[in-house]
């Protein structure tokens, strides 16, 4: 890596917003970064190779047979500190996923371990497609950023969710990104994420409408950030999980056992999974039947956090508050009652938030002070309660 930290890669797919990708060149360049610009062969029938040497000030090549002398997908992937690649095709990003070499871009990205940003730019249908979807997923578990695309209008008279986000928010994020590394590495960090499932028969259960989105957010944002991160997972999807440290469990029972396994050891707790309030008092080991399914008899589940905050040595306790009414009171209350250091709170009526990828709400620290959080992505929320705990750890 170089001595400066500030080479970057600037991979170019092969999508019409690869335009955009000039001005963001010259941005970062405002920043002081030093760039290399591989576009893809596609990517040159959008924008030539020509223009990119010029505003780079540096040779330009997009396959791995060119210079090869300079064994360019080596001394490249060697040069640089951070990729970013954008726009990012959903060819691409499945060419990646697959590992695939088949230019000097997908070379260079098997070639270097450092960070890597994507920024997905594509039609609303290829971007929500099950394929892309899982590509996605799969960058994400191997430690890429992938920044949220956009809803707006795209080529033609098409509108919806795709389009190449504006410089200043890339910027924004990818020197937040750059800037984060290794700011907790050593810290050993605990989160919880998912609704639990409180079994009635072996067919029903009691549960909620989390998806376990937030969570598994500030997993991959702690670990990308050097933490040595265990996600205690409720009722997720594996493939969403890839990549991290998982314990899996279903029920409130079973995320108290593992709260008591690792918590002594922890720096941090993030208790982003739902938690069942209640769980039937008994559970049936056969299907009941139709008939006989009237009424439930519940028992209360114990709450999980104030009964750790008991036991704290130092730890910093990260809490949710999922409201519909009176929220700042409700999450102060909660807050004070269970000895948080700081509580998420958001709006969900009429199922808001629950298995979207952004949030909006307001951050309330132990002192009293309130962040108002506007629509962002849930990995930028992630980052932003990480930046609080560590504030907090002093």
Sequence with gaps: MSSTHREVILGIGGGIAAYKSADLLRRL??????????????????????????????PVTTQVWE???????????????????????????????????????????????????????MHPAMWSNPATVENVETLR??????VEPEVGRLTGSDVGKGRFPDTQTIISKFLDFSTRREDLKDKNIVVTAGGTREAIDPVRYIGNRSSGKQGVAVARAAQARGANVTLIAANIPAAQTQGL??????????????????????????????????????????????????????????????????????????????????????????LVAKDLDLIYVNDVSEGAIFGADETEGTIILKNGTQIEVTKKSKDTLANLLLDYALEQLG
């Design 29 to 58: 360049q405002d920043q002081g970064f030093k760039i290399t610009v591989v576009p893809t062969p596609a990517s040159l029938n959008f924008v030539g190779a020509a223009t990119w040497e010029a505003l780079s000030g540096r």
């Design 245 to 334: 440290n998982v314990i899996n469990v279903e029920s409130a029972d079973e995320v108290s056992q593992a709260l008591d396994s690792y918590f002594d050891e922890c720096d941090i707790l993030v208790m982003a999974a739902a938690i069942a309030d209640a769980r039937p008092a008994t559970r049936n080991g056969q299907k009941i039947k139709k008939k006989f399914f009237t009424t439930i008899e519940l028992v209360n589940n114990p709450d999980l956090l104030a009964g750790l905050a008991a036991k704290k040595k130092g730890q910093v306790l990260i809490g949710f508050a999922a409201e519909t009414s009176d929220l700042l009171a409700s999450a102060h209350a909660k």
């Design 141 to 146: 578990s191997r430690g890429f950023l992938v």
């Design 67 to 121: 210079r090869v002398d300079e064994v360019r997908h080596v001394n490249l992937a060697s040069l640089a500190d951070f990729f970013i690649i954008a726009p990012a095709t959903a060819d691409l990003i499945a060419r990646l996923a697959m590992g695939r070499a088949d230019d000097l871009l997908t070379n260079l990205v098997l070639a270097s371990n450092v960070p890597k940003m994507l920024v997905p730019a």
